[in-house]
């Protein structure tokens, strides 16, 4: 997939998409095999973007990430993105509820060489995050799973980040749907309305400084200040 493709890189122009991906090359042969064998394994394509997984991994960098949490495995792509940002000493705990998917997502981790860094949670992300509360604050905290979730997912990052530690979030544009008083699209309205009142908590909550990075999907960021 090419910056001009679905999920490409926002800025609308195919020109400026062809040439950001011919010079920063997001998508390597490992990330491209993994996304590939995805959708073999007839899962939906809904990965992060080649570029958004750049976002992901450069971001854990420079946040130095060394214990992260990631709520929406689906196939590992994000996951090894992640861990490639936080490098030999990080720790990702990941959280997927489907069986089938996460059996994707461990053979993933399995040839990309990461295993022992992850920590692979198979059930219902509502529940199976207090099974880590203890083993925080984290660093990261990436939102990429059911919709509805988000304001649950980023109430339980403002709990259990540490203070100067990210939250980042896909989709956070809702398709489009968050600047619309009433959202009539393909996507649940339930959704779109979690999503609005999820970005409208970041942005005003008090415990985050957060920003939006325009990407074709809105990547929220946000760090905890108390
Ligand atoms: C958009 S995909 C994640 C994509 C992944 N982050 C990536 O970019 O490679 C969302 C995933 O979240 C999972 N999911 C949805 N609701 C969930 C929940 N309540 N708890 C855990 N996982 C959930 C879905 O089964 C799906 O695999």
Redesign the pocket.
């Known amino acids: 997939m090419s910056a001009a493709g679905e999920k490409g890189f926002g800025q609308g122009s195919e020109e400026l998409a062809r040439w950001v991906d011919r010079v920063f090359q997001p998508e390597d042969p490992l990330l491209r095999e993994i996304r590939e064998r995805?959708v073999a394994a007839g899962?939906r394509p809904?990965?992060?973007g080649p570029f958004?997984?750049l976002h992901l991994e450069v971001l854990a960098r420079a946040a130095g990430a060394r214990r992260a949490v990631?709520?929406?495995?689906?196939?590992?792509?994000?996951?090894v993105c992640l861990l490639r940002g936080m490098g030999e000493g990080g720790l990702l705990h990941t959280?997927?509820?489907?069986p089938a998917?996460a059996e994707v997502a461990a053979e993933t981790f399995r040839r990309a060489g990461l295993e022992r860094q992850v920590r692979l949670h198979v059930?219902?992300?509502?529940v199976?995050l207090r099974e880590i509360d203890r083993e925080g604050p984290f660093d990261l905290v990436?939102i990429?799973?059911?919709k509805t979730?988000y304001p649950e997912y980023l109430a339980w990052a403002e709990e259990n980040l540490r203070v100067g530690g990210t939250v980042l979030a896909?989709?956070a544009f809702g398709w489009g749907g968050v600047a619309q008083e009433r959202y009539e699209g393909r996507h649940a309205p339930e959704g779109v309305e979690a999503l609005k009142r999820f970005n409208e908590r970041l942005a005003k909550g008090g415990r985050l400084r957060a920003t939006m990075l325009p990407t074709e999907e809105g990547l929220a960021m946000g760090v905890k200040v108390r």
């Open positions: 995805t899962l809904i990965q992060v958004d997984g990631e709520i929406g495995t689906l196939g590992g792509y994000s996951g959280f997927e509820r489907e998917t059930g219902d992300a509502r199976a990436f990429d799973a059911d979730g896909d989709n």
